[in-house]
């Protein structure tokens, strides 16, 4: 699973061939891990997991009321807008994920992770630096400044996956069971993965990565008890954040270096995040439609700059606005519980293993990247992997009253996975498995298929396929947009217009939308005229818009 949700592309079948087919991975997989995980509760849920059963099922009914109460398109909600797909299905999907992480926690579970975590950041690094040569194999549409943005579509994110990467490989390096030359090779990857953010152009790879590794070397010094070393290391930490929060804020000595540019934006969407869910504070304005809602929020000076975003860049304000409070609290319990597990795991008696200092210090680099970016799914699902991996963890190694403790555990699994080997598969298990797969395909393929077939009606040049294509459901708001556009550009006036009208029925609060009509109307019209009170609505500071 995860290496189909960060690595899979589909070029040439589907219009979005990035973060569909990692949904369609990620939503399936989950389904059929939810028929497991159903099969197998009363054998591995203890009173010990209540409060993550707890938290899990909240965040999926309360996405499931989102779903229902927002009032806007069902399937937007449901899927996410195209290009970023995290709706309803995809988070419901993640807590799964998650859960299962927290149901498997081991140190061989762990360790599997680890495994593939280098194997897919490995890849990705070379792919990297095939894109930055100019090898790359797939004719994307690239609107970023940096080429190297291997399997995510954005250079943001390969920074970030390559900062993590150098997290765990420093870890490695501090692994004093490690053979030198594999700790060698461990700091060679060091120096690779942070050539790899230097080749994206994007800071969050250093970021993730100054902030997870010194977060793995302040853990290790509290479980081995060097107090003062520890208490300095905290106090560095603090400053650190505290000086990189005030540079958010425009104050600082960071201030010059961290506040310009795209941080000055972040600082602007987090704000208008926040007075969205003030407006919505029970249920948002559903999912992945912070685009539909920066506008109407924008102040003069704001619409001088023309600043628009489809997302508030920090995954906590964008659950926030999209969900409102009730939503954002469950979403950060997940946070509440990671954090306690990782106290309660570094106060105990024995030493934990080098894995798991490695473990935390990727959630930290997660966690710092998910404060000052979008959540992309072939990145976010690492972030809930980590977070299930932790609290699983410190509940399935506890020692005392009956418990195991972490060597019982690991030898338990061993001789449970030797077991299993000899035995045959429960046919049980297999129906159950078999039938939460093909409901997460239901669920997830209706778009994928219709993105399919979008793709295909372009390759007729056929205008009345193309404008057909448009309608095809689950309704895609882009399709809209670029088959108006197409038609328009090839002489299709009215077609053009029809699709737009179409469009605002169903995304009544897409400014692009009716920007389309506005502009395609004939000049005094009342179709004109509807559209520029509309546009003023949904833009009120905007000169071009104001009413007479």
């Given at each position: 699973?995860?290496?189909?949700?960060?690595l899979?592309?589909l070029?040439?079948?589907?219009?979005?061939?990035?973060?569909?087919?990692?949904?369609?991975?990620?939503?399936?997989?989950?389904g059929?891990l939810?028929g497991?995980?159903?099969?197998?509760?009363?054998?591995?849920?203890?009173?010990?997991?209540k409060?993550?059963?707890?938290?899990?099922?909240?965040?999926?009914?309360?996405?499931?009321i989102?779903?229902?109460?927002s009032?806007?398109?069902?399937?937007?909600?449901?899927?996410?807008?195209?290009?970023?797909?995290?709706?309803v299905?995809?988070?419901?999907a993640?807590?799964?994920?998650?859960?299962?992480?927290?149901l498997?926690a081991?140190?061989?579970?762990?360790?599997?992770?680890?495994?593939?975590f280098?194997?897919?950041?490995?890849f990705l690094?070379?792919?990297?630096?095939f894109?930055y040569?100019?090898?790359?194999p797939?004719?994307?549409?690239?609107?970023?400044?940096?080429?190297?943005?291997?399997?995510?579509?954005?250079?943001?994110?390969?920074s970030s996956?390559?900062?993590m990467l150098a997290v765990?490989a420093?870890?490695?390096?501090?692994?004093?069971?490690?053979k030198?030359?594999?700790?060698?090779?461990?700091?060679?990857?060091v120096?690779g993965?942070?050539?790899g953010v230097?080749?994206?152009?994007?800071?969050?790879?250093f970021?993730?990565?100054?902030?997870?590794?010194?977060?793995?070397?302040?853990?290790?010094l509290?479980?081995?008890?060097?107090?003062?070393?520890?208490?300095?290391m905290?106090?560095?930490?603090?400053?650190?954040?505290?000086?990189?929060?005030?540079?958010?804020?425009?104050?600082?000595?960071?201030?010059?270096?961290?506040?310009?540019?795209?941080?000055?934006?972040?600082?602007?969407?987090?704000?208008?995040?926040?007075?969205?869910a003030l407006?919505?504070?029970?249920?948002?304005v559903?999912?992945?439609?912070?685009?539909?809602?920066?506008?109407v929020y924008?102040?003069?000076?704001?619409?001088?700059?023309?600043?628009?975003?489809?997302?508030?860049?920090?995954?906590?304000?964008?659950?926030?606005?999209?969900?409102g409070?009730?939503?954002?609290?469950?979403f950060?319990?997940f946070?509440?519980?990671?954090i306690?597990?990782?106290?309660?795991?570094?106060k105990?008696?024995?030493?934990?293993s080098?894995?798991y200092?490695?473990?935390?210090?990727?959630?930290?680099?997660?966690?710092?990247?998910?404060l000052i970016?979008?959540?992309?799914?072939g990145?976010?699902?690492?972030?809930?992997?980590?977070?299930?991996?932790?609290i699983?963890?410190?509940?399935?190694?506890?020692?005392?009253?009956?418990?195991?403790?972490?060597?019982?555990?690991f030898?338990?699994?061993?001789?449970?996975?030797?077991?299993e080997?000899?035995?045959?598969?429960?046919?049980?298990?297999?129906v159950?498995?078999?039938?939460?797969?093909?409901?997460?395909?239901?669920?997830?393929?209706?778009?994928?298929?219709?993105?399919?077939?979008?793709?295909?009606?372009?390759k007729?040049s056929?205008?009345?396929?193309?404008?057909e294509?448009?309608?095809?459901?689950?309704?895609?708001?882009?399709?809209?947009?670029?088959?108006?556009?197409?038609?328009?550009?090839?002489?299709?006036?009215?077609?053009?217009l029809?699709?737009?009208?179409?469009?605002?029925?169903?995304?009544?609060?897409?400014?692009?939308?009716?920007?389309?009509?506005a502009?395609y109307?004939a000049?005094?019209?009342?179709?004109?005229?509807?559209?520029?009170?509309?546009?003023?609505?949904?833009?009120?500071?905007?000169p071009?818009?104001?009413?007479p």
């Amino acid at each position: 699973m995860l290496y189909g949700t960060t690595l899979l592309v589909l070029p040439y079948t589907v219009s979005d061939p990035i973060n569909l087919p990692k949904m369609v991975v990620l939503v399936g997989i989950a389904g059929a891990l939810a028929g497991l995980l159903l099969f197998t509760a009363k054998g591995l849920i203890t009173k010990s997991h209540k409060s993550i059963l707890i938290s899990s099922t909240l965040f999926i009914i309360y996405l499931l009321i989102v779903l229902g109460r927002s009032g806007v398109a069902f399937s937007e909600n449901l899927y996410g807008t195209a290009g970023r797909n995290t709706g309803v299905a995809t988070y419901a999907a993640f807590t799964v994920v998650a859960l299962a992480c927290v149901l498997s926690a081991s140190e061989m579970f762990i360790r599997k992770v680890f495994a593939s975590f280098l194997l897919i950041g490995i890849f990705l690094l070379v792919y990297g630096i095939f894109q930055y040569l100019g090898f790359e194999p797939f004719p994307y549409i690239n609107t970023y400044e940096s080429n190297v943005f291997g399997t995510f579509g954005n250079p943001n994110f390969q920074s970030s996956f390559m900062g993590m990467l150098a997290v765990l490989a420093a870890a490695f390096t501090l692994k004093n069971s490690l053979k030198i030359p594999l700790r060698i090779a461990a700091l060679v990857l060091v120096v690779g993965s942070l050539v790899g953010v230097y080749l994206t152009n994007s800071i969050q790879g250093f970021f993730n990565f100054a902030l997870g590794f010194s977060f793995i070397v302040f853990f290790y010094l509290i479980s081995t008890k060097r107090k003062i070393i520890a208490r300095i290391m905290g106090i560095l930490l603090l400053l650190g954040t505290l000086s990189i929060v005030a540079a958010f804020l425009n104050i600082g000595p960071l201030a010059e270096i961290l506040y310009k540019g795209s941080m000055s934006a972040r600082v602007y969407y987090w704000k208008t995040a926040i007075k969205i869910a003030l407006d919505h504070p029970f249920f948002g304005v559903g999912m992945d439609q912070y685009v539909d809602w920066l506008r109407v929020y924008r102040t003069p000076e704001q619409v001088a700059t023309n600043l628009t975003a489809d997302s508030a860049h920090n995954i906590y304000l964008d659950v926030l606005s999209s969900g409102g409070f009730p939503l954002f609290l469950l979403f950060c319990s997940f946070t509440a519980l990671t954090i306690i597990s990782i106290i309660r795991v570094s106060k105990r008696d024995e030493l934990p293993s080098a894995n798991y200092f490695a473990l935390v210090g990727l959630w930290v680099a997660y966690q710092a990247q998910s404060l000052i970016s979008i959540s992309q799914i072939g990145v976010a699902v690492w972030g809930w992997v980590f977070s299930g991996l932790l609290i699983g963890y410190e509940i399935n190694t506890r020692g005392g009253g009956g418990k195991e403790t972490n060597k019982e555990l690991f030898s338990k699994t061993k001789t449970k996975k030797t077991q299993e080997k000899r035995s045959p598969i429960h046919p049980k298990l297999v129906v159950v498995t078999s039938a939460g797969l093909a409901l997460g395909l239901a669920v997830v393929l209706p778009p994928y298929l219709s993105a399919q077939h979008y793709y295909n009606a372009f390759k007729t040049s056929d205008a009345r396929v193309i404008k057909e294509a448009a309608f095809l459901k689950p309704y895609n708001r882009n399709s809209f947009m670029q088959v108006a556009g197409i038609l328009r550009s090839n002489k299709f006036d009215k077609d053009a217009l029809d699709v737009a009208k179409e469009a605002i029925i169903r995304f009544p609060n897409s400014f692009a939308m009716w920007k389309l009509v506005a502009d395609y109307s004939a000049v005094g019209s009342q179709d004109q005229v509807d559209a520029i009170q509309r546009l003023h609505e949904l833009d009120p500071n905007n000169p071009a818009y104001s009413q007479p």
